[in-house]
């Protein structure tokens, strides 16, 4: 009986292990991940006013122009 408890306690324990690094895992990437979001909002960012820029550009040569 006290082989089959230990044998129960050591595969629980080797469950515990295994979810303790999957849950590792998915923290790490879930970091990365957060990382790359903040890095296209900010590319994003940067288009936006470029983009505006070349509207207002465009828009005051259009209206020079007529």
Do not use: C, N, P
């Amino acid at each position: 009986m006290q082989h089959y408890s230990r044998e129960q306690g050591e595969q629980f324990r080797a469950q515990v292990e295994t979810a303790i690094t999957s849950w590792r895992k998915a923290m790490i990437a879930a970091e990365r991940a957060a990382e790359r979001l903040d890095q296209a909002g900010q590319r994003m960012e940067v288009s936006h006013y470029l983009l505006a820029l070349l509207t207002g550009i465009t828009t005051g040569q259009l209206v020079s122009v007529f």
